[in-house]
């Protein structure tokens, strides 16, 4: 039978629920334990980041969804802008010719919206991936992306987790509430201007994409607090499009952060270990969270000493495009 070459256009609101069913397919050759729902999908391309008529392409053979690309613009960009890029192509669609297009189509685009809202500092796409998709990270490396992260997926069996360390008697422990809404994205700021790959974060973006998130469990998220200011927190999410596909109900651990004055004192650990207990209270059998192996903070020994082992791994590829008179 021959293959139809794919007609482009953007995505619209429309296409949703095939988005979901393209990446369905391609879990199913290249399993990255991801099941994304027509739910995340909708929620992941309608953030404030994503402008689906400039930002996005999608090519169709028929009715049918073969692939798609979306790039994101970041909130801040110092002293580089990280446009964040992603793609996915189906298996019977995997050609050289079809990775040219979408990859040649994300530098292109990337540009135009790069010079709309940071024009004056350069410009970087990075693009990440599963171990498993090695078409994809291949087409990436082909195109002029180097590997420049490695990050590890942990999983914990919450049936059999260490003893916890006590919590620091000095902060107060509470769940997340609204209230505390200005405090976290603080400190989620502060902190995370350490790690590779992030930038700063507007209040817009964080609330539609973490604590907006029908995933998001602000009863299963708790804070340390200093008076008005969020020394440490945990914040979780709990996906059921997982959950059904696994028959297990894990946990995903989104944000583990803690101000630089309290570190060294295992105020991360305790916290991060009052979560694990409370989520086996409520019902969950396993917990994830994602780590760069290069963690400035040593993370990887912090989540170990909570249970938590390696399981999987997604790399984090690099182009450098430049400056603006690219």
């Known amino acids: 039978m021959e293959r139809t070459e794919p007609e482009w256009r953007p995505l619209t609101l429309s296409d949703m629920a095939a988005v979901a069913g393209l990446l369905a397919a391609a879990n199913q050759v290249d399993p990255t334990g991801e099941f994304e729902s027509t739910q995340d999908v909708t929620e992941s391309l309608t953030s404030p980041n994503v402008d689906l008529e400039h930002g996005s392409l999608a090519g169709w053979a028929g009715e049918r969804l073969v692939a798609y690309a979306v790039v994101r613009v970041r909130d801040g960009a110092d002293p580089v802008h990280q446009m964040r890029v992603e793609a996915t192509v189906h298996p019977e669609f995997r050609t050289d010719g079809i990775a040219d297009h979408v990859l040649s189509w994300i530098e292109r685009v990337s540009r ?3 010079l709309k809202v940071f024009p004056d500092v350069p410009l970087e796409l990075h693009g990440n991936g599963h171990e498993n998709q090695r078409w994809y990270l291949g087409q990436l490396e082909r195109a002029g992306y180097r590997r420049a992260r490695t990050f590890v997926e942990m999983r914990a069996d919450l049936g059999a987790l260490p003893p916890k360390r006590p919590l620091p008697p000095e902060f107060e422990l509470v769940t997340y509430s ?16 350490e790690h590779w790959g992030s930038s700063v974060q507007s209040p817009e973006a964080w609330r539609h994409l973490i604590t907006g998130s029908s995933a998001f469990r602000p009863e299963l998220s708790f804070l340390l607090l200093r008076g008005d200011d969020v020394v440490s927190m945990v914040l979780c999410d709990f996906y059921e499009g997982d959950a059904r596909a696994t028959g297990v109900r894990e946990l995903y651990v989104s944000h583990v952060a803690t101000l630089p004055e309290a570190r060294g004192k295992g105020v991360a650990s305790a916290l991060l270990g009052h979560t694990l207990v409370e989520a086996r209270a409520a019902g969950y059998e396993r917990a994830a969270l994602g780590v760069d192996v290069e963690n400035v903070n040593a993370a990887l020994g912090i989540y170990e000493r909570c249970g938590f082992a390696a399981d999987q791994r997604w790399y984090g590829y690099v182009k450098e495009v430049g400056h603006p008179g690219f």
Do not use: C
């Open 112 to 114: 135009e919206r790069h």
């Open 178 to 193: 609204e209230k505390y809404f200005d405090a976290v994205l603080s400190t989620r700021n502060i902190t995370f201007a």
